[in-house]
């Protein structure tokens, strides 16, 4: 029995993505809109790629397809170094490219001071990635000034060289920092 694209994309709850062996098994949840998966050590991760307006706003035309990619781990605890994890969340990266009109901004959060990490982090895992003759990544270190201090945002911007708008997106992507500070 053949089930239609869109009994399967309207089907309520999770859905099983992907069980292959070099990383855990993840689900789609359509609730919270998140893939989801947990570690040997019972550490729920959380990863979603929430719509990001940002392009659009500063090229004051709509830009579509442009997320910002968020890692969420769900649960207190401490997680030792595992490679299943990286895996896992680059097999769903690799999934969302497969939409070459997908674009999405990494922001490293500091609030725990470990943003130069999670940079270096994300960069590594890119370097070693399978499909970076295909994607194109570019980072910006993003100093804003606000009420005479000064924070520093970790940025990475990844698209597909196929992306209709490549030119579009670095040009946006590279005035970013410019366009925060004006206003």
């Known amino acids: 029995m053949l089930i239609s694209r869109e009994r399967l994309l309207s089907a309520p709850y999770i859905k099983k993505v992907s069980s292959l062996q070099s990383h855990y098994n993840y689900v789609f949840d ?35 397809n442009i997320y910002q990619f968020v890692v969420e781990k769900a649960n207190e605890g401490t997680e030792p170094f595992d490679a299943k994890v990286s895996k896992t969340i680059e097999g769903i990266v690799e999934r969302f490219f ?65 992306n209709p708008n490549y030119s579009k997106l670095i040009e946006i992507y590279n005035r970013i920092e410019e366009v925060l500070n004006d206003k």
């Open 30 to 64: 359509n609730i919270t809109n998140t893939y989801n998966f947990t570690t040997r050590n019972d550490i729920l991760y959380r990863v979603a790629f929430v719509v990001d307006e940002t392009f659009s706003t500063i090229a004051n035309e709509d830009i579509p």
């Open 98 to 162: 497969h939409n070459t009109q997908n674009a999405l901004i990494y922001i490293c959060s500091d609030n725990d001071e470990k943003a130069v990490l999670r940079y270096k982090v994300f960069d590594r895992w890119y370097q070693k990635s399978e499909y970076k003759s295909v994607i194109v990544k570019m980072e910006n270190i993003v100093t804003i000034k606000l009420f005479g201090s000064v924070q520093k945002l970790y940025t990475s911007f990844l698209f597909h060289k196929l």
